[in-house]
């Protein structure tokens, strides 16, 4: 009996104790819950665009954790159509579905991609070209090409808000911004020119008062440039801005420094890249660097051509081919070339720039051969080849035409030239390579 009663007394001893252990086990499980909330909770990103929540975009980021920090990566054709956007594979101006180019396009600009390359090309609808350098090289991944904020806030013309972690980001459109600012500032008449509201990016607003145009800061609320000038255009990539003042135009910096002086009749981005404009002086043309320099005077009949009928050349610049040579035409009609510094590099002896000729079916007008940096030129109905350097690689009165045809097989455009009345087809790059040129 004794033994019986110690048997009680030694469990109704343990009790309390195990009552303490399941209470403590609550106790730590609460805790851990609750933890567990807040963790979620601090775990969810929570995405705004214009003051409006959207979790679309939530479900298409990418965050790259390295020793670094975290880097946000977004999928460049997922995010155009909830930007407002359409998007497309490949080449803007040649059509194909090559995965290593993407394309984005708005009422008012495209703006084109590449696989490993940290150049984004942006083209408006008066076919002025912007090449802006990003924060990093576009990626693949997945099958998808992506970019960092920085690349989609050039692109799609919008500003991020991020904190720290990307745990809530807020996206502002650039009519949303504009609408903002104009409301708290009281601002009544503005330039609602595409390229002239990009301006807000850098805190800027081109106003008009009484017919005048000015710009302001947003931030201080205080004029930058003063509301005396006839026009106002923006300059989005050195953002400076060309003025016009009795009739006449120059480049006044952000900062109110006289760049170009009022002298000329127009003055045109011509290559934003390396720093030129085309300016037009008494109906002719020239060139001035970035630095309001005279390169080229303003004494040539025109300067650049038309590239519509060359699309297949890739190429973008009707007025610097290769990234490299100007074409000039001078009083008399003929062209000659000069290079980004300046320095004429050919005299003025040809009689076209391109090939004008298709001898063959499915073929296309070549311009240029880029593999080998040459330009395709027209002397007295005949066809040359020069180099950037403008040593000419082909007699005169030789070649009949210069084309290219498209591989079926490598899907990859082919050049050739053709002699003595397309007799005989020389393929120009096995040609060059050949030669070792």
């Known amino acids: 009996m004794e033994l019986y009663d110690?048997?009680?007394?030694?469990k109704k001893s343990k009790?309390?104790?195990?009552?303490?252990?399941?209470?403590?086990i609550l106790i730590v499980l609460t805790i851990l819950i609750i933890f567990g909330i807040i963790y979620l909770k601090n775990s969810i990103t929570t995405i705004e665009i214009d003051g409006i929540s959207n979790n679309k975009i939530e479900e298409i980021l990418y965050i790259e954790s390295t020793e670094q920090g975290s880097q946000l990566y977004i999928p460049i054709l997922k995010i155009a159509p909830i930007l407002g956007y359409e998007g497309f594979n490949g080449d803007y101006l040649n059509k194909s579905e090559?995965?290593?180019?993407?394309?984005?396009?708005?009422?008012?600009?495209?703006?084109m991609f590449t696989k490993d390359s940290d150049k984004l090309i942006k083209v408006a609808q008066n076919s002025e070209i912007e090449y802006v350098t990003l924060d990093k090289a576009?990626?693949?991944?997945?099958?998808?090409?992506?970019?960092?904020?920085?690349?989609?806030?050039?692109?799609?013309?919008?500003?991020?808000?991020?904190?720290?972690?990307?745990?809530?980001?807020?996206?502002?459109?650039?009519?949303?911004?504009?609408?903002?600012?104009?409301t708290h500032l009281k601002i009544e008449e503005y330039s609602e020119e595409f390229t002239d509201k990009k301006a807000i990016f850098e805190n800027m607003i081109i106003i008009k008062n009484d017919n005048k145009y000015g710009v302001i800061d947003i931030e201080k609320g205080n004029a930058i440039l003063e509301s005396k000038y006839e026009q106002i255009r923006y300059l989005p990539v050195t953002t400076d801005f060309v003025v016009k003042s009795n009739g006449k135009y120059g480049i006044v910096t952000k900062d109110a420094t006289v760049k170009v002086k009022t002298l000329y009749d127009n003055i045109q981005t011509m290559d934003n890249q390396n720093g030129l404009y085309l300016v037009e002086q008494n109906g002719s043309f020239g060139v001035i660097n970035i630095n309001g320099d005279t390169i080229i005077e303003p004494e040539y009949k025109q300067i650049?051509?038309?590239?519509?009928?060359?699309?297949?050349?890739?190429?973008?610049?009707?007025?610097?081919?290769?990234?490299?040579?100007?074409?000039i035409k001078n009083n008399e009609g003929l062209w000659g070339f000069f290079n980004i510094k300046g320095e004429k590099i050919t005299d003025f002896k040809y009689t076209g720039v391109g090939c004008s000729t298709l001898p063959v079916s499915n073929s296309y007008a070549a311009l240029v051969v880029p593999s080998h940096r040459?330009?395709?030129?027209?002397?007295?109905?005949?066809?040359t080849l020069i180099t950037s350097s403008g040593?000419?690689?082909?007699?005169?009165?030789?070649?009949?035409?210069?084309?290219?045809?498209?591989?079926?097989?490598?899907?990859?455009?082919?050049?050739?030239?053709?002699?003595?009345?397309?007799?005989?087809?020389i393929n120009i790059e096995e040609w060059l390579e050949s030669t070792e040129r």
């Open 6 to 10: 110690e048997n009680i007394n030694e």
């Open 15 to 24: 009790i309390p104790m195990i009552i303490g252990i399941c209470i403590a």
């Open 98 to 111: 090559d995965k290593t180019k993407c394309h984005i396009i708005s009422e008012n600009e495209i703006a």
């Open 138 to 182: 576009v990626f693949e991944k997945n099958g998808e090409l992506y970019t960092t904020i920085d690349g989609i806030e050039n692109a799609f013309n919008v500003m991020f808000s991020v904190d720290e972690g990307f745990k809530n980001i807020s996206i502002f459109s650039m009519d949303y911004l504009i609408n903002y600012w104009t």
């Open 304 to 327: 650049g051509i038309d590239i519509d009928r060359y699309t297949q050349n890739g190429v973008e610049n009707s007025f610097v081919l290769l990234n490299e040579i100007i074409p």
């Open 374 to 383: 040459i330009i395709v030129v027209e002397k007295d109905k005949y066809y």
């Open 391 to 425: 040593e000419q690689l082909v007699p005169d009165n030789t070649l009949n035409s210069v084309y290219i045809k498209s591989n079926l097989t490598t899907e990859k455009n082919e050049f050739f030239m053709t002699y003595h009345n397309n007799e005989k087809v």
